[in-house]
């Protein structure tokens, strides 16, 4: 069975790491919030892998940066953990992955970069 795709591979990239960025942001601004909105940007994660079978280069570049958290055999129980964490290695976290510096800016570079699909 073909499916058919209406977004092309990286504006689609690019709208699921704004839409787990927003519920990281939604987390990090109300405490109450972190299970669920944490759960709710895992639940992006199946979408992102089966979209990136599309492209092996734009595939192995997400596997060096992020492997960690969306390739990995465990990435279920790392998302599980990261929504309960203390607040304090939750926000080191957080800064780690949606933060200036972090992972997921890196990500928009790679989705948006010339000759991605």
């Given at each position: 069975m073909t499916t058919t795709?209406?977004?092309?591979?990286?504006?689609?990239?690019?709208?699921?790491l704004d839409f787990m960025e927003?519920?990281?942001q939604e987390a990090l601004a109300d405490e109450a919030s972190q299970a669920g909105a944490i759960s709710e940007a895992a639940g992006a994660l199946p979408l992102?892998?089966?979209?990136?079978?599309?492209?092996?280069?734009?595939k192995a570049q997400f596997m060096l940066v992020f492997s960690d958290?969306?390739?990995?055999?465990n990435v279920a129980e790392w998302w599980a953990v990261f929504a309960r964490m203390d607040r304090a290695?939750?926000?080191?976290?957080?800064?780690?992955?949606?933060g200036s510096e972090g992972i997921?800016?890196?990500?928009?570079?790679?989705?948006?970069?010339?000759?991605?699909?």
């Open positions: 795709r209406r977004t092309e591979l990286a504006p689609f990239l690019l709208d699921l927003e519920k990281i992102m892998r089966d979209r990136l079978r599309e492209d092996d280069v734009m958290y969306l390739f990995e055999p290695t939750f926000e080191k976290q957080a800064a780690a992955l949606i997921f800016p890196v990500l928009r570079v790679v989705a948006a970069s010339p000759g991605a699909s």
